[in-house]
C-alpha cells in the first residue's frame, strides 16, 4: 500500500455552517474537495496520529464513496483507529453515543441532516468533539482557517476496504472497526425508558405509526419499536434508507412528512405518529388529529420527564435556542429550574450539557434531546413521549389540553422563504438593523413594536461569545417575531421568520396558529418589507 502527498490548494467557501458543511453533491464529488475539508478538519484538531475516531453517515448518496476517501487519509495520517458504522452508516445521535462511550478523539458525521439527498442534492461532513458534541465555533474556526492554507493531504492508495462484514480489519497500521450502528444505542434507550409500560401500552392496542422518511432512522426504529418493543409489523413506514430518500426531502415537519399528516389527520388514524430526518436527529410528534409544534413538544417532556426513568430524578435546567418558543421558559418558572436561551445549533447546548446545568434542551426545528448524549436525538424524543403516554394513559391531544391550561399556549409558527436572491435577503436583514432605534413605540398592523435587538449569546461555562444570531421584535402584549438567515442552505439564502403569541385565554387555546398569529404576521411583513424585497407573495413552508 502506498502512501502518497496529493498537491492542492485553497477551496473557496468551506465554512461549517449551523451544522458543518453543506454543499451540492457534484461540489463535494468535485477535485480535492471532500480531501481537502476532510484535511482541514484534521489540521483543525492537531492531526490524527495515534487517535480514535467514529465515522458514519446516513446513507445519502456519495456516503460510501466518502468514507472509503476518509478511511485512506485517516490511515496515511497515522489514526490509531476507526470506528465505522456497517455499511458507513450511522445515525448523528448514535455517532455521538459511540463517541463518549468508547471515549474517542471525536468523529466525523456524512450528512447533510434534512436536506434531501441524491447527485443532484446535498452532501455535508461534519466533525463532533470527544464529548459527542458538534464541534464548537472554536473548533469550526480553526477548520475553516485550515481551509484558506491547505497546500496537500496525504492519502494511501489501496483497494476499498470491506464495510459490510462486522468486525476489525487493518488499512495500513489503522485498525477499522466496523460495528453494529444500532446495537449500543438501543441498549442506551433501553436504560433511559420504561420499556415495559411502553410494550405495555402497545400490547393494549395502542397504534403508532413512525415515518423514517427513507432515511437512517429505519433501522433503528424498527429494532427498538418494532423487536424490541412489539409495535406490529409494518408500525415503522419507510423503513429502508435509500441515497436519495425515495426522492423525498427527509425534513419532518407537516409540509415533508405530509404522507404521515394524512395518515395522523384520516380516517382510522393511529394513536401516535411520529417522523424523523435524514440523520436522525430531529423527530416530529403528531397524535391523531393532533399535531405538537416542536417548541409545545420541548415544553411538555420538560413538565413530564420525571415519568420516565432516566429522568426520575427531575431536570438540573432546560435550554432552548432563541428563536424557539417561550413555552418551556413557562415550564421552568413554575418547576423553578434554569432556563438557558443560546443561539441556533445545537453545538451552542454542548456546554451546557457538559457542565450539568441543562439536562433537556430544544429547538423549534424539530431538535429536542438530553444530556444523554450530545446531539439532539428523533427517536430518544418519540420514547420519551410514548414513556409519558405509558405512564399517563392520557393521548397526545388530551396532553396537549392539560398543558396549554396549566401553562397557556405559545401560538407559534416559522415561515421560511426558501432560495431568495442573497443580496435581497441581506439588505432585509441590513434595512432591520439600521431601525433598532427608531422601531420600539411604532404600530404596525395594529401592534406596537416594544423592542428591536440582535441576539448575541455568552456561553455561561467558557464565556465564548457569539454575536449576529437573529433580529428580534419584542411586541406590547408579549408577541415575538424573530428573523434568521438560515445557516444550513445550499442555494440562494433562506429568510426565517418565526412567529409568536401568548395565549392564557383557557377559551381560546384550539385556534389555528396561523390564525391566531395574523397580526403578528401581517406586522412583521409591515416592519420588514418581507414581500416587497423577496418578491413573495408568501412563504414556501409554514411549519
Ligand atoms: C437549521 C435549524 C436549526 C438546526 C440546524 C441543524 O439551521 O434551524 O435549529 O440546529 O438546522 O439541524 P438553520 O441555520 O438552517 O436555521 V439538522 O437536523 O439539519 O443537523
Ligand atoms: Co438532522
Known amino acids: 500500500m502506498e502512501r502518497i502527498t496529493v498537491q492542492t490548494q485553497p477551496i473557496e467557501g468551506q465554512k461549517p455552517g449551523t451544522s458543518g458543511l453543506r454543499k451540492k453533491t457534484d461540489v463535494f464529488m468535485g477535485p480535492h474537495y471532500l480531501e481537502n475539508f476532510v484535511q482541514a478538519i484534521f489540521t483543525g484538531?492537531?492531526?490524527?496520529?495515534?487517535?480514535?475516531?467514529?465515522?458514519?453517515?446516513?446513507?445519502?448518496?456519495?456516503?460510501?464513496?466518502?468514507?472509503?476517501?476518509?478511511?485512506?487519509?485517516?490511515?496515511?495520517?497515522?489514526?490509531?483507529?476507526?470506528?465505522?458504522?456497517?455499511?458507513?452508516?450511522?445515525?448523528?445521535?448514535?455517532?455521538?453515543?459511540?463517541?463518549?462511550?468508547?471515549?474517542?478523539?471525536?468523529?466525523?458525521?456524512?450528512?447533510?441532516?434534512?436536506?434531501?439527498?441524491?447527485?443532484?442534492?446535498?452532501?455535508?461532513?461534519?466533525f463532533n468533539t470527544p464529548n459527542g458534541g458538534p464541534a464548537p465555533e472554536e473548533v469550526t474556526n480553526r477548520i475553516f482557517d485550515a481551509t484558506r492554507t491547505i497546500g496537500s493531504y496525504d492519502i494511501l492508495v489501496s483497494e476499498d476496504i470491506d464495510l459490510a462484514t462486522l468486525g476489525e480489519t487493518r488499512l495500513a497500521d489503522m485498525v477499522v472497526e466496523v460495528v453494529d450502528p444500532v446495537a449500543d444505542y438501543a441498549a442506551l434507550m433501553e436504560k433511559l425508558f420504561d420499556f415495559d409500560a411502553i410494550a405495555g401500552l402497545l400490547k393494549g392496542g395502542f397504534r403508532i405509526r413512525f415515518d423514517a422518511m427513507h432515511a437512517i432512522t429505519g433501522p433503528y426504529a424498527k429494532a427498538i419499536l418494532e423487536e424490541r418493543l412489539g409495535a406490529p409489523a409494518g408500525s415503522v413506514v419507510n423503513a429502508v434508507p435509500s441515497p436519495d430518500f425515495g426522492g423525498g426531502h427527509p425534513d419532518p415537519n407537516p409540509i415533508w412528512a405530509k404522507e404521515l399528516m394524512d395518515v395522523m389527520y384520516g380516517d382510522d388514524a393511529p394513536d401516535f405518529g411520529a417522523a424523523s430526518d435524514g440523520d436522525g436527529d430531529r423527530n416530529m410528534i403528531v397524535g391523531r388529529g393532533a399535531y405538537v409544534t416542536p417548541s409545545d413538544s420541548l415544553a411538555l417532556l420538560a413538565a413530564n420527564a420525571h415519568l420516565a426513568p432516566g429522568y426520575a430524578a427531575g431536570l438540573k435546567g432546560v435550554a432552548r435556542s432563541m428563536p424557539t418558543s417561550g413555552a418551556v421558559d413557562r415550564v421552568a418558572a413554575k418547576r423553578g429550574l434554569d432556563c438557558y436561551e443560546t443561539p441556533t445549533g445545537w453545538k451552542f447546548f454542548g456546554n451546557l450539557l457538559d457542565a450539568g446545568r441543562a439536562t433537556l434542551c430544544g429547538e423549534e426545528s424539530a431538535g429536542t434531546g438530553s444530556?444523554?448524549?450530545?446531539?439532539?436525538?428523533?427517536?430518544?424524543?418519540?420514547?420519551?413521549?410514548?414513556?409519558?403516554?405509558?405512564?399517563?394513559?392520557?393521548?397526545?391531544?388530551?396532553?396537549?389540553?392539560?398543558?396549554?391550561?396549566?401553562?397557556?399556549?405559545?401560538?407559534?409558527?416559522?415561515?421560511?422563504?426558501?432560495?431568495?436572491?442573497?443580496?435581497?435577503?441581506?439588505?432585509?436583514?441590513?434595512?432591520?438593523?439600521?431601525?433598532?432605534?427608531?422601531?420600539?413605540g411604532q404600530s404596525f398592523a395594529g401592534r406596537t413594536v416594544a423592542s428591536?435587538?440582535?441576539?448575541?449569546?455568552?456561553?455561561?461555562?467558557?464565556?465564548?461569545?457569539s454575536a449576529g444570531q437573529g433580529i428580534r421584535i419584542g411586541f406590547e402584549g408579549g408577541g415575538r417575531a424573530v428573523f434568521r438567515l438560515s445557516g444550513?442552505?445550499?442555494?440562494?439564502?433562506?429568510?426565517?421568520?418565526?412567529?409568536?403569541?401568548?395565549?392564557?385565554?383557557?377559551?381560546?387555546?384550539?385556534?389555528?396558529?396561523?390564525?391566531?398569529?395574523s397580526d403578528i404576521i401581517a406586522a412583521a411583513d409591515a416592519i420588514a418589507g418581507i414581500s416587497e424585497r423577496t418578491g413573495r407573495n408568501g412563504p414556501d413552508v409554514r411549519t
Request: with cysteine; glycine share 10%; charged share 25%.
Open 45 to 126: 484538531i492537531g492531526g490524527v496520529e495515534g487517535k480514535t475516531l467514529v465515522l458514519g453517515g446516513d446513507g445519502r448518496y456519495f456516503n460510501d464513496r466518502a468514507a472509503q476517501v476518509i478511511l485512506r487519509m485517516a490511515a496515511a495520517q497515522g489514526c490509531a483507529r476507526i470506528i465505522v458504522g456497517q455499511n458507513a452508516l450511522m445515525s448523528t445521535p448514535a455517532a455521538s453515543n459511540m463517541i463518549r462511550i468508547r471515549q474517542t478523539d471525536g468523529g466525523i458525521i456524512m450528512s447533510a441532516s434534512h436536506n434531501p439527498g441524491g447527485p443532484k442534492e446535498d452532501f455535508g461532513v461534519k
Open 452 to 465: 428591536a435587538d440582535e441576539f448575541a449569546y455568552d456561553d455561561p461555562v467558557d464565556g465564548s461569545h
Open 488 to 517: 444550513t442552505g445550499t442555494v440562494g439564502a433562506t429568510l426565517r421568520v418565526y412567529l409568536e403569541d401568548l395565549c392564557e385565554d383557557p377559551a381560546a387555546m384550539h385556534r389555528d396558529p396561523q390564525e391566531a398569529l
Open 371 to 440: 444530556d444523554h448524549v450530545r446531539e439532539k436525538d428523533g427517536l430518544w424524543a418519540v420514547l420519551l413521549w410514548l414513556n409519558i403516554l405509558a405512564a399517563t394513559g392520557k393521548s397526545v391531544q388530551q396532553m396537549l389540553d392539560d398543558h396549554w391550561a396549566e401553562f397557556g399556549r405559545n401560538y407559534y409558527s416559522r415561515h421560511d422563504y426558501e432560495g431568495v436572491d442573497n443580496a435581497a435577503a441581506e439588505g432585509l436583514m441590513d434595512n432591520l438593523r439600521a431601525r433598532f432605534d427608531s422601531l420600539p
